[in-house]
Nanobody, 120 residues
Framework: QVQLVESGGGLVQAGGSLRLSCSAS????????VGWYRQALGKQRELVAS????????????SYADSVKGRFTISRDNAKFPVFLQMTRLKPEDTAVYYC?????????WGQGTQVTVSS
């Protein structure tokens, strides 16, 4: 069973930056996608950024929510994990619990989440 652990959240002023990390333990095979989601108080969980595995020809596909394009960057080392989310020019509306997500052929895994609070 895969376990995901997020870190790097905190309180930051508007315009500031944070870097979230997602580490994984357990055996990971046949990864389809890894991504970051967020859920603000009273709202539904939404996709922030993701890396979808591609073949050797097409390569991986990176996607972002429109609201974070140009401000957030998802990345990872050559290995599948850790996965990072670099967040810049943060806005109060970015305040949420951020979750790491992994989809494989066999399962969908979530981390426990890390709180990001952006003050105005």
């Amino acid at each position: 069973q895969v376990q995901l652990v997020e870190s790097g959240g905190g309180l930051v002023q508007a315009g500031g930056s944070l870097r979230l990390s997602c580490s994984a333990s357990g055996t990971i095979t046949s990864t389809h996608a890894v991504g970051w989601y967020r859920q603000a108080l009273g709202k539904q969980r939404e996709l922030v950024a993701s890396i979808t595995s591609g073949d050797k020809t097409s390569g991986d596909k990176i996607s972002y929510a429109d609201s974070v394009k140009g401000r957030f960057t998802i990345s990872r080392d050559n290995a599948k994990f850790p996965v990072f989310l670099q967040m810049t020019r943060l806005k109060p509306e970015d305040t949420a619990v951020y979750y790491c997500n992994l989809v494989t052929t066999y399962s969908v895994s979530w981390g426990q989440g890390t709180q990001v609070t952006v003050s105005s």
